[in-house]
């Protein structure tokens, strides 16, 4: 990252825990963070499992709640067939779990459990009680597995939905909004939803062999192929669809004067090298280059490193500018202020751009309606997790970015390199200051305004992957509390009643999938449990069903970005990234842990 530490006496008078290297004032924002130990995640886990096992036992042994619930789960309704996993004996125990270690007080504590109970209990017992009226009037039942896909994914979302309501959380801000695009994205959208559902039930209605095994693999909830095959359809539609519109809007050159602004926090030992790069880029773009870097508090020799790089530079002329407060969204509003070119480039220190990246990048904005520019960091490929990230930058850059381009759903463009419109940047209020995700939160705003944010694959540069486990929790808790913060900052998009496909479609499947990530650890804890356990005679559950949805999928999606950007050699980065995933996922659990309780309003106290 752009702003690490190495000095010692710097970090004491920020407040920030001596000894990292790569700790900054921006790693976890004061008011909305707290310190969470190493022992923390690894408490809720076994609270979890503790809760799991009573559950399990009492709906399966204990005589009144196995008559009261048959289907054992709390499932209060009838339904036709079975589950391969009672899903909201799940959702109830990690709630549990969880509010074990949410909050600093044991009456915050309870709140928040109660709360997350009363919305959860309300939308499955609906669900259960318009099963009931439905059976009565007609005599059709819903199938179980699909109640029990819909109990998980309620579960999910209500947690997200809570923890933003109790964390601690950036203040609403207004959020500006323009209709441009919004009904040719809701199009575009709800043809890709509808022809994805006609190939998932037609693959699932086949009495093929496949089909059936891939109906004995099922987890969540016993799902069969069809659901499974939903969602990467979709992609894959959205993938053709967006890869399709980018070849008919690129344009071959487009090259006017741009500044790239550099934050730098004791960069010494890399800000030569990232400027050699930019220079280097340069001498491949047609237009005039200026770079600005952002000294933002370095202890180092960050400034004559630079300086001295600049000086030798043979194609863009530049500056260093001392930023004393620290701090990246300070450092990087005084590079928007200190820019007089239409357009900006953001780029951190530890980022060296390829010799074409600028002018690939550029060309879009040849467009009018073109507001941000991104592309796909690629990893330096000598570190422990590089293989690893290769793939999952493959699917997330490369693939899953380029799929929401397609009914301009992009949300976020890392910071890590992006092109702005200069004044659109100015006009959504610079980068905001204080909490986690300030390149997602600019990007989503300036798209909103009406103006497209595009993901080039084709525009690779290469950042920084942690070499230890130690910087990777702290990137990785950084990165995964930037949905909360985003969200909460940009919640009228969320809860207004202007259509907006970014805050009714994407930000909610970004606040699912955080928590489903959050959970899939206990997820795959509670599956194994089910097995040991053996309760349910009826029961489809396996232990390939477990391995296939943990280990299979992920390998599956990640093979495929990789054959779909042309990258067939990160392939054998394969094990690796199956594995990188689950610890991804147990980060992300410690990155909801790590929230901050909000404080009691002020007729609770």
């Known amino acids: 990252m752009s702003l690490s530490s190495s000095s010692g006496t710097n970090e004491a008078i920020a407040g920030v825990p001596t000894g990292h290297q790569f700790w900054s004032v921006d790693s976890a924002p004061a008011r909305l963070t707290r310190p969470l130990p190493l022992w923390g995640a690894p408490v809720v ?83 259960d009680a318009i099963n009931i009226i439905g059976f009565r009037l007609t005599g059709f039942v819903y199938s179980l597995h699909v109640i029990e896909i819909l109990s998980g994914l309620i579960g999910f979302f209500v947690f997200s939905a809570k923890l933003l309501d109790h964390g601690s959380m950036p203040a609403r801000a207004e959020a500006p909004f323009s209709r441009r695009f919004k009904l040719v994205s809701l199009v575009r959208l709800t043809v890709a939803v509808i022809v994805s559902i006609a190939v998932a039930v037609g ?4 009495e093929l062999p496949l089909v059936f095994d891939l109906r004995n693999v ?53 800000i030569a090298r990232t400027i050699a790069a930019i220079d280097a880029s340069a001498e491949q773009y047609d237009g005039e280059l200026t770079v600005t870097i952002l000294n933002n508090a370095s202890t180092d020799g960050t400034i004559a490193a630079a300086e001295a790089a600049i000086a030798a530079a043979s194609h863009l002329t530049g500056r260093v500018l001392d930023v004393p407060t620290p701090g990246k969204a300070i450092a990087l509003n005084r590079g928007i202020a ?37 592309g796909m960091p690629i990893a330096p490929g000598d570190g422990p997790f590089d293989r690893a990230r290769t793939l999952e930058v493959l699917l997330k850059h490369g693939y899953y970015q380029v799929a929401y381009g397609a009914f301009d759903g992009t949300i976020g463009v890392p910071g890590m390199f992006a092109a702005y419109r200069t004044a659109l940047v100015r006009d959504v209020g610079g980068f905001v200051q204080g909490m986690n995700g300030e390149d997602t939160d600019v990007s989503l705003r300036i798209g909103e305004l009406g103006n497209r944010v595009v993901s080039d694959p084709s ?15 702290e990137q990785r808790m ?67 069903a477990v391995l296939a949805v943990m280990l299979g999928a992920p390998a599956l999606m990640g093979a495929f970005a990789a054959l779909a950007n042309g990258r067939v050699g990160a392939l054998i980065g394969l094990p690796e990234y199956v594995v990188f995933r689950l610890l991804r996922s147990y980060l992300t659990l410690e990155s909801v842990l790590s929230i901050a309780a909000a404080p009691p309003r002020k007729s609770d106290r």
């Open 459 to 473: 525009v690779v540069y290469v950042s920084e992957v942690p070499k230890t486990y130690k910087h990777l929790r």
């Open 218 to 270: 099922a987890l969540l909830g016993g799902t069969g192929p069809g659901v499974f095959l939903f969602l990467p359809t979709l992609f894959f539609v959205l993938y053709v669809d967006g890869t399709l519109q980018s070849l008919l809007r690129r344009k071959s050159a487009f090259a006017p004067p741009v500044t790239v602004i550099v934050p730098a926090h004791n960069e010494e030992h890399v």
């Open 478 to 544: 950084r990165w995964f509390r930037s949905v909360y913060h985003v969200s909460a900052r940009n919640r009228t998009y969320l809860d207004s009643w202007e259509l907006s496909v970014r805050g009714k479609v994407v930000l909610p499947f970004m606040l699912l999938n955080s928590a489903r990530r959050a959970m899939t650890v206990p997820l795959a804890m509670f599956g194994a449990l089910h097995l040991l356990l053996a309760f349910d005679p009826t029961g489809t559950l396996t232990g390939q």
């Open 203 to 206: 693959v699932d209605r086949l």
């Open 45 to 127: 886990l076994a609270v979890f499992l503790a809760m799991s096992t009573a559950l399990l036992f009492a709906v399966n042994r204990v005589p009144a709640l196995v008559e009261a619930f048959p289907n054992r789960d709390f499932v209060f309704s009838p339904y036709i067939g079975t589950h391969s996993i009672p899903l909201r004996i799940f959702i109830v125990s990690f709630y549990v779990a969880f509010s074990t270690m949410f909050g600093s007080s044991l009456l915050g504590k309870i709140r928040f459990f109660l709360e997350l109970m009363l919305y959860y209990v309300l939308v499955v017992g609906a669900l």
């Open 338 to 374: 200190e820019t007089g070119t239409e357009f900006v480039i953001r780029i951190d220190a530890d980022t060296q751009v390829q010799p074409q990246t600028i002018a690939l990048a550029m060309r879009h904005f040849s467009r009018a309606d073109v507001g941000v520019v991104g």
